[in-house]
């Protein structure tokens, strides 16, 4: 493990985090903010892990804007800034809920950080990963709502954001255990609907699936995005990239990941922090 990596990688997804939150305002659009964050985290010396995602009210995950797509904040929207820097692949992920020009939904998104926050103060050698979903669960429930049961933390190792580690938000009953040299991620979504998000159309973040005997274009994209996720805004250097895109989903190349939403489009709120997971202790990288 390269502490210092995930250090500065933790280091400079917190202060992106920041200054995004500070972005979100009613009328300003969503490509703008991406745009803006993740130039960010490159000046600062860093690569997005990931795209910016932006996902509003009742879309939990995997919204990524595209230029013209014609979004942009609303007063009362309760939008999900979910961002991630890496240092050589050494991954920092972290996320935060901004109400935009209302507090209508102030408790939902006090009890997502709170339950993060109880969660992190469980952490210990060889505890169970479904002990930190009780908690979460607990908190959550304290408030009033539910954890969303099929959204998970996860773990993270190099240039691999969910490196098999499954933190459930419930306590599902697993037996695994976080132990010293572990990187992961805890993520409470919380929502005042039954806790259950389904696929909806794709999101224009994308990610290999097919990472060897790669021809063209896409062993070319593979060199630049390696085994990260990508946007689709990303690709404007590759010539008909939408088309790439497309194909190559279609021939299994790609992953598109779609938009992911509460059932009955009740309200999502999300926070996230990094962890390391040291002989000595467990540092939050992102707080």
């Not at 979100?24 to 993740?38: P, T």
């Not at 109400?99 to 505890?127: F, H, Q």
């Not at 060897?212 to 008909?240: H, I, Q």
Request: glycine share 10%; aromatic share 12%; charged share 25%.
């Amino acid at each position: 493990m390269n502490l210092k990596k995930y250090l500065e990688a933790g280091k400079i997804g917190k202060e992106a985090r920041e200054y995004g939150k500070e972005l979100i305002k009613e009328g300003v659009s969503y490509y703008e903010v991406a745009e803006k964050v993740e130039k960010y985290i490159r000046d600062a010396g860093a690569e997005p892990a990931f795209p910016v995602n932006l996902s509003p009210n009742n879309f939990a995950a995997h919204y990524s804007p595209i230029k013209g797509d014609g979004m942009y904040f609303k007063r009362g929207d309760v939008v999900k800034l979910d961002l991630g820097a890496h240092i050589d692949g050494y991954i920092s992920d972290t996320a935060v809920t901004v109400e935009v020009g209302t507090n209508k939904w102030e408790s939902l998104i006090n009890a997502s950080a709170e339950a993060l926050n109880n969660a992190i103060k469980t952490i210990r050698p060889g505890i169970m990963v479904s002990e930190i979903g009780r908690v979460v669960e607990e908190t959550l429930n304290f408030y009033g709502y539910n954890p969303i049961k099929n959204l998970t933390g996860h773990g993270l190792d190099v240039y691999d954001l969910h490196s098999g580690l499954v933190i459930p938000n419930f306590d599902d009953g697993s037996p695994e255990r976080l132990i010293p040299g572990m990187a992961f991620a805890i993520e409470p979504f919380a929502t005042n609907g039954k806790g259950y998000v389904h696929e909806g159309k794709g999101g224009n973040i994308y990610i290999f699936r097919k990472t060897s005997d790669l021809k063209g274009v896409y062993a070319a994209m593979f060199e630049k995005f390696r085994t990260l996720p990508f946007a689709a805004r990303w690709c404007t250097a590759f010539e008909n990239y939408e088309s790439v895109l497309k194909k190559g989903t279609w021939l299994g190349i790609l992953y598109h990941f779609p938009v992911l939403h509460e059932r009955k489009k009740f309200m999502v709120a999300q926070t996230e922090h990094t962890m390391v997971f040291t002989e000595d202790s467990v540092i939050v990288t992102t707080r």
